[in-house]
């Protein structure tokens, strides 16, 4: 799937929704509105004010500063692909530079009290397995290797200094996770029969969408 490309930067609501009126010309009036619940990233939402289906809105996803040092920003739109074909997320609409544009869905996020739910539980425990073996796999070895490879690059070599200081119980040092990373590969490469498979490596309770006809809906918002 091609996703349409705008060589842009948006740093601002209002600049994202210069953006949307030209994906969406028939709005001649565009509400705004600002989500705070995003970790890494800026949120907003766009909808044009005669809407009556609150699906109709649009979002868009600015990146925040130097997270693309953590994030592969490329896969991470991938994977949004990925989950939409399968059912489990909403379209990609645009692409920006420093973010892109997607569907709304409807519904509740989980909460600690509502995961529980009887009701609720199943179809949680359904979708995912669901996920897991419908969505397909292009790499032909696990990618956990990799990425946590980068992460570690990222640290420096003495654990002791600033936040990380509160690590030093636990952690020796850099090395030592070194170490441990490096075997724990060699232990998963020596396993033949493994299958690999999709996951979605980021499931908190807000990243869960259940909605009135019992269906569930994954954010992957890194």
């Avoid at 740093?11 to 009036?29: F, M, Q, Y």
Wanted: charged share 25%; with cysteine.
């Amino acid at each position: 799937m091609e996703i349409p490309y705008k060589d842009i930067s948006i740093n601002d609501i209002d600049s994202g929704k210069e953006l949307v009126a030209t994906l969406r010309p028939t709005w001649s009036t565009i509400k705004c509105k600002v989500f705070d619940s995003g970790i890494t990233n800026k949120l907003f939402g766009y909808i044009g004010e005669s809407c009556t289906d609150k699906n109709e809105m649009i979002l868009l996803r600015i990146y925040g500063n130097n997270t693309s040092f953590i994030i592969d920003r490329k896969r991470e739109l991938e994977t949004h692909v990925k989950l939409n074909k399968s059912g489990f997320a909403s379209p990609v609409y645009c692409r920006v530079n420093n973010g892109y544009l997607y569907g709304y869905v409807d519904g509740n996020t989980l909460t600690a009290d509502s995961v529980r739910d009887p009701d609720i539980a199943p179809i949680i425990a359904r979708a995912i397995a669901q996920m897991h073996c419908s969505i397909p796999i292009t790499e032909s070895e696990p990618i956990f290797y990799s990425t946590l490879c980068s992460w570690l690059k990222l640290l420096p070599d003495d654990l002791a200094s600033g936040k990380l200081v509160a690590l030093k119980s636990i952690i020796k040092d850099k090395g030592t996770l070194i170490d441990e990373l490096e075997a724990l590969n060699s232990k998963i490469a020596s396993k033949s029969d493994l299958q690999i498979g999709f996951c979605h490596n980021d499931l908190l309770l807000e990243n869960f969408i259940h909605n009135a006809d019992k269906q569930i809906y994954f954010i992957y918002r890194l």
